[in-house]
């Protein structure tokens, strides 16, 4: 090697000579190739770099993202919804954070191995449903969406790969069952279904969802015209009272008849929205506002102030019910008959079927049925509440059908669209109904007139001597001076009218000098509370009516007043 070097170097040296001119001569060929050499070196190091530093970026991007968002795609649960409040300011609805459990298929081990932890911390998991999932070869699929907190922890400790979780949106509702028809529900996407929720959504929340601008901070909470207070009486009445009554389900409503607000409205049976796995059993109706029925005797507030409006009768008027009415195949009898000639005010306090068909006979069929579409009472209800049933009646009415819609049989309509037309009965007015709050100046600037001044005097009278010496005995609540009338109406059971199944109603009003609230209830099918005892409205119904005046009154700021009971007489009122 070493004796080498001097003939390298003498090589080397070799390689330049000079030229005829006198100039170096430099192997071209040889410096060419080494260049090209140089810059496919420089090339391949820049390609290389390249592709490391995207690498490179990605991975800290990924290291930087929530973790929540690394477990599949986006899911679309992300929009907020505003919370619903009573009119206090009580929560009924608002957003809470929940985990759902996403699995990644092609990082599934074993999908029957699996399957069996989870099975150990959900045991109402779908194994063939589940098991297709796993082994589908997707990217992502949710496995149970809104797990509770403990679940989460549960699946977490069975250390499963291929398993994640992420963070979504849910209902909460604290009051639960209380105002569940009214508040509603929102489905697995929490977009609303039912209820006020529905209501939200269509009035523009689902676009702006839709948009990604419903943000939590910037959406104001929807205030209800409930009184959670209020509310929790009524439900836990007609709840009490459908199991004290053996009835297949009961209801009330209390509306204030100056503005139209609902303050309470419940019906049994109902659900609990937190849980809602029987909110579609086919006894879960909205019975005040979604059930049509045959209302009965309440209708008869309907007859007497038609006849009073009309002019053609007066609290003097006198009717002959000494014997029943037949037309056609019908007869009209009287549950209580007193087989003679009956004033107004009597045919009312007496509930006279025979009475009132002679009331409607004095105003005729065509003023009859103008009278009731006038109230409201035969048109579909406007409100903001979703779930509300169209009335119906016959498509050509006749002597017979005015005879019979004139004690109650004949047309359906809902108990909430029967207590808006009492409403009107003691104000003059007729109302919408609304679940959000109304001042009285803004209710008068969609009230109609429906009838005169003297037409509420006479009504208001009629309720308050029912209350003193009739069927309305049973609601008086001592210094809130009740009126009201009972309705007791045979159901309709294939095609016939039953005898041992009745729909109860009562309407009460108070206080009567100057009536500010309706409460009517309602009891389906109830059986006497004793062997022995009675099954008319006043025995049921207008009791569910009187306990919740007795509990809501004072909440709803009515002030007792003892100076006088509940007198009225028709001396009085003349």
Known sequence: MIGRLPKIGNLLRRRKRPAEDGSIVVDAARKATGGKAKTRIVMTMAVFFTIYSTIAGRLVYLGLQNPDNSGGPQSRVTASRPDIVDRNGEVLATDIKTASLFAEPRRIVDADEAIEKLSTVLPEIDYEQTYHKLKSGAGFVWLQRQLTPKQQADIMALGIPGLGFRTEKRRFYPSGETSSYIVGLTNIDNQGISGMEKYIDDQGLTDLQASGLAVARDLKPVKLSIDLRVQHVVRDEVATGMERFHAIAAGAVVLNVKTGEVLAMASVPDFDPNNPYNAQDK???????????????????????????????????????????????????????????????????????????????????????????????????????????????????????????????????????????????????????????????????????????????????????????????????????????????????????????????????????????????????PKPEKPGMGNTAASNAGIMAANIIRRAASMLGVKPDFSHENGATLVSYQ
């Open 283 to 525: 006894d879960r109706l909205n019975r005040m506002s979604a059930g049509l029925y045959e209302m009965g005797s309440t209708f008869k507030s309907f007859t007497t102030g038609m006849a009073l409006d009309s002019g053609k009768v007066t609290l003097e008027s006198r009717f002959d019910a000494s014997r029943p009415i037949r037309i056609g195949r019908q007869t009209i009898h009287d549950f209580h008959s007193k087989g003679r000639v009956l004033s107004v005010p009597e045919v009312f306090i007496y509930s006279s079927n025979i009475g009132s068909a002679k009331e409607a006979e004095a105003v005729g069929i065509e003023g009859h049925r103008e009278f009731l579409h006038r109230l409201g009472v035969l048109e579909k209800m406007q409100t903001e509440l979703p779930e509300v049933a169209r009335p119906t009646e016959p498509r050509v009415w006749k002597q017979v059908n005015s005879i019979t819609i004139a004690f109650g049989h004949g047309v359906s309509t809902t108990p909430l669209q029967t207590a808006v037309g009492c409403a009107a009965l003691m104000s003059g007015y007729l109302i919408e109904p609304t679940f959000l709050p109304r001042t009285a100046e803004q209710a008068m600037e969609v009230a109609k007139r429906v009838v005169k001044e003297k037409t509420v005097e006479g009504m208001r009278y009629l309720y308050a001597l029912n209350a003193e010496k009739g069927s309305g005995k049973n609601a008086r609540v001592p210094g809130y001076r009740v009126g009201g009338k009972t309705g007791t109406a045979e159901k309709v059971v294939n095609g016939r009218y039953s005898k041992e199944k009745n729909f109860n109603a009562f309407v009460a009003a108070f206080p009567m000098d100057d009536p500010q609230y309706i409460v009517l209830t309602i009891a389906d099918e």
